[in-house]
């Protein structure tokens, strides 16, 4: 009987089978032409003035033509003196650095479209780095297929360690699903740090951000667009468009970040994604209830063994082929552990969600500590 369980991962499978299949028919773009595209370049910023240096000295690399872009920092109310690091920052003349007329990331990205005019305007974050060809790729892009929304490649910093290996795998996990769903026209996830759209396409559905939940600019958009009879979504494949990011730096900010995307997930509009982490989350409790009764049951051992190994076989053909394209293939030797810490790290997330003041509580604490610790 317990042998019927096995029913609940045959969703899981099934999604991201078809995203595999998806991901296999992705091939590189190559542009065809020379861009003539004026390009606004927005960075929502709170307290990053550190991160911000090494986003504006690769932007000061990139062989796009100065001319035809410009970079708008929008200062989400920060406490640190990120307006005087910009100010000694004199490689481009159309830097500039604004104040964010309300509050939060969906506020000040708001304020940063409605105070430029580029034809195409991409988004990105103060902590990342892209490669030389950045806007020139995304540009080229644009120029070719005019699309309404284009979704990039975003990747994170590669650091040693299994912590930091592990946040990579599961993050090229989520850029598999990102490129997949894309690459057959039903996107449900992209990501803010690497986001390109039209101006017009934004301020239209600006209004669709749920600004009463803090994150999620990235989500909403998506699918308020996807809404939209007509519109174009496409996903840019090309090592050229990457965006790299960085890993959280320890377990309670790792989870807290996650904490934030799922919570979104009530608040979607669109069934797909929603169908999605309902199967991953149904499969993941399931692999931790077959667990638990393995300890007391012995017999439950062999479905335990099978559900580990159905779940697997799915995650490996998507992080074999997303490893592969963006030259991270070393990484699958960590696949095995990081499949059996994976289970214990969904848990541990779920709890936090359902007791967050006691988390909360024990992170403040956490944060004391450090905090005393650095003054003694």
């Known amino acids: 009987m317990q042998w019927l369980l096995l029913v609940v991962i045959i969703p899981y499978i099934y999604y991201l089978l078809k995203v595999y299949v998806s991901l296999s028919g992705i091939k590189p773009w190559i542009p065809s032409s020379e861009p003539n595209v004026n390009v606004s370049l927005i960075v929502p910023c709170r307290n990053n003035a550190n991160e911000i240096l090494h986003l504006l000295a690769a932007l000061a690399e990139q062989d796009y033509n100065k001319d035809l872009f410009e970079i708008v920092v929008v200062d989400d109310n920060s406490t640190d003196d990120i307006a005087e690091v910009i100010s000694h920052f004199d490689c481009f003349d159309s830097l500039r650095l604004i104040k964010n007329s309300g509050q939060g990331k969906k506020e000040a990205l708001l304020t940063g479209v409605k105070a430029v005019s580029g034809d195409l305007i ?14 020139r790729t995304v540009a080229s892009f644009y120029f070719d297929n005019k ?16 912590f930091q290996r592990f946040q990579e795998l599961e993050f090229l996990s989520l850029q598999g699903v990102t490129a997949g769903t894309a690459a ?5 996830m992209c990501n803010g740090s690497n986001l390109a759209f039209k101006r017009s396409v934004f301020l239209e559905h600006s209004v669709n951000l749920r600004y ?30 990457l965006m790299t990011t960085s890993p959280c730096n320890d377990l309670p900010s790792f989870i807290r970040q996650r904490k934030r995307w799922i919570s979104k997930a009530p608040s979607y509009s669109e069934k797909l994604p ?22 007391f049951i012995p017999e439950v051992i ?24 963006y030259g991270s293939i070393y990484l699958m030797k960590w696949f095995l552990p990081a499949q059996i ?17 006691t988390m909360s509580k024990s992170a403040n604490k956490t944060h004391k500590k450090r905090e005393e610790n650095r003054i003694n």
């Not at 600019?217 to 468009?241: C, H, P, V, Y």
């Open 184 to 188: 057959a026209g039903r996107p449900v």
């Open 212 to 241: 009463d939940i803090p994150s999620g600019d990235d989500i909403f958009l998506l699918q308020s667009i996807i809404k939209k009879a007509g519109t174009k979504i496409r996903w840019l494949e090309s090592d050229r468009a």
């Open 274 to 295: 929603v169908v999605m982490a309902l199967s991953t989350l149904a499969t993941t409790l399931l692999q931790v209830s077959l667990l638990f009764a393995a300890v």
């Open 122 to 135: 991409i988004t990105t974050d103060a902590d990342c780095t892209p490669g030389a060809g950045w806007i």
């Open 341 to 357: 810490v994976y289970p214990f790290y969904v848990t541990t997330v779920l709890i936090s969600l359902a007791f967050p003041l």
């Open 302 to 325: 062999p479905v335990l063994l099978a559900s580990f190994i159905m779940k697997s076989i799915p995650d490996y053909l998507i992080l074999k082929n997303t490893t592969k394209r």
């Open 147 to 162: 699309p309404d929304l284009i979704i990039c490649p975003v990747t994170l910093e590669s650091k040693p360690g299994f």
